[in-house]
């Protein structure tokens, strides 16, 4: 399971603080505890900073691996902060995010075009964000295609279904954890990503509904998180999930993250 | 999401000295607590008295019933001790368990033949137990078709994947879970249901895995389930569950159970 840390993001109140304050220190404080929480990737997002993103960009990947070996994943619908970012990022980063909305795609796929750069594909065109499986599985089926013939290899694209709020639809969550399911029977080789918060937006308790849409997500054959890696409990339900779908041989890494004093929450 | 309390079995010591002592009150407690912790059906299990397993059935389901207004599910592969416990039962019960096992199929159908009763079935034939998904699904199948033929609805039945320890091979979780997938898909108005707990044999932290495999399962499109429901993680997770597959219209039992102060264990 390749996780994403998500919390140095501008949209974060601290974070956005520390940005300004150009404090390197409370950043890499916030990318150690990712890291050391079992984060592979560091999602690194200055997007409020209108004007000065890019700048921003390149200071939180210096910044960051600075104090972590962890590679960036680089947040931006924008090719010129992306480009800033994978200026001075070094060993491979993930991209977040190219979509099959034109000007995005068209922006960003030379960028990524016949390299090793993972990234992610959010299920998203011109006529909006897809609500059912089906939606979610013409998109998918075409951005996975367009970015295969631009020289993407499969096993970097990460297609995100895009979750949404299970307080708008009671359908929602299960529409989107069906497409997991079909992209990942689909498409042999390629991954599958998602931010989860969304899910439980406008109701109560939602870590709980984060939780366990993850473990069901896992169940779905989901690869990929963009979480809170500081989250105790959702990494002891993920490394217990591991080991429930076979993805854990001898329950070798459930074993060792008990021995740790990860599970017991 | 049907629930099925497991708490009354004589293999477990304090039942087993209750039933012994014939301590109706203490019987009466645990029939309660798990009726009001959200219990639909409530396990009685009297296997470990040879010779004294039909009287201590029938004791049971009345000491139950006069507790609770709870139907029992009269757990014995035995016909003479489920007619015994049938002989005093009120309402609906459900019948734990048949399977393809030839002596055992033959001595219970005539019990549930053409009633309304409630039946769970074993993915269990002469060849011995399951491993993999296929060999799960060629026993479903034929049990499912030959109680059909008996005049057994199929909206009456529990088909129980039969769970097996990841400890022993890493994919015995997969397999289970794939195959409550196809026998859901493959006969629409069957349930499953399962017990858990052998998914964790020999591992530490066993709540931690039996809880993620729960919702794992539900993900699956498991609907019914024998399980602890004093156990209040579990519950909380399988109502948050259920709400994200979209069994929760509007999100109206999660919602209640957060007012009930049930999801913040």
């Known amino acids: 399971m390749l996780i994403v840390g998500e919390l140095i993001n501008s949209s974060r109140k601290p974070i956005a603080e520390a940005i300004q304050a150009q404090d390197a220190e409370a950043i890499k404080k916030v990318a150690k505890e990712q890291y050391e929480a079992g984060a592979h990737y560091i999602d690194v997002n200055a997007g409020t900073f209108v ?80 609500e059912t499986k089906d939606q979610r599985m013409k998109i998918a089926d075409k951005l996975i295609n367009l970015l295969v013939q631009k020289n993407v290899k499969i096993e970097n694209i990460y297609v995100d279904p895009l979750v949404q709020p299970i307080s ?65 409990r959702m990494m002891a339900n993920l490394i217990a999930a591991e080991a429930l779908v076979g993805r854990d041989q001898y329950c070798m890494n459930y074993l060792k993250a008990y021995r740790e004093n990860k599970l017991d929450v």
């Open 168 to 232: 708008t639809n009671s359908i929602f969550g299960v529409e989107f954890l069906n497409a997991v399911e079909e992209i990942m029977e689909r498409f042999p080789g390629v991954h599958t990503i998602c931010g989860l918060s969304n899910v439980s937006y406008g109701l109560p308790m939602r870590k709980l509904l984060n939780q366990n849409f993850a473990v069901m997500a896992v169940a779905k054959g989901l690869d990929a998180l963009i979480i809170n890696p500081l989250d105790k």
């Open 51 to 130: 004007g000065k993103e890019a700048e921003y960009m390149e200071w939180l990947v210096k910044t960051v691996q600075g104090a972590t070996d962890a590679p960036c994943c680089l947040d931006s619908p924008d090719p010129k902060v992306i480009e800033r970012g994978l200026a001075v990022h070094k060993g491979t980063a993930m991209i977040n995010s190219i979509s099959l909305e034109r000007e995005r795609f068209e922006a960003l796929v030379p960028i990524i075009s016949g390299t090793d750069l993972k990234v992610i594909a959010l299920c998203m065109s011109d006529e909006g964000m897809p």
